[in-house]
């Protein structure tokens, strides 16, 4: 099963890697601040909708964030 926490941790370090806030990824993102932080938390799992506007908010392919999250499992 997929761990929440981790596609979290994964999800918040390619932010911080970019230097960008979560008001800025959320608002490219066209998804709640809070929603965002949820995620980052482990707290709520990311639909693939969800993760696609991730990936083009942090200029990345999904696939790239989906390979980043396989290498941490």
Do not use: Y
């Not at 911080?16 to 929603?35: F, M, N, P, Y």
């Not at 989906?66 to 941490?72: Q, S």
């Amino acid at each position: 099963m997929l761990d929440s926490e981790l596609v979290g941790d994964v999800i918040k370090e390619l932010r911080e890697k970019k230097g960008l806030s979560q008001e800025v990824v959320s608002g490219l993102a066209d998804i709640g601040r809070t929603h965002l932080s949820a995620i980052e938390r482990g707290e709520r799992r990311p639909t693939l909708e969800t993760l696609f506007r991730l990936a083009q908010a942090l200029d990345m392919k999904p696939s790239e964030i989906v390979a980043l999250i396989e290498e941490k499992m």
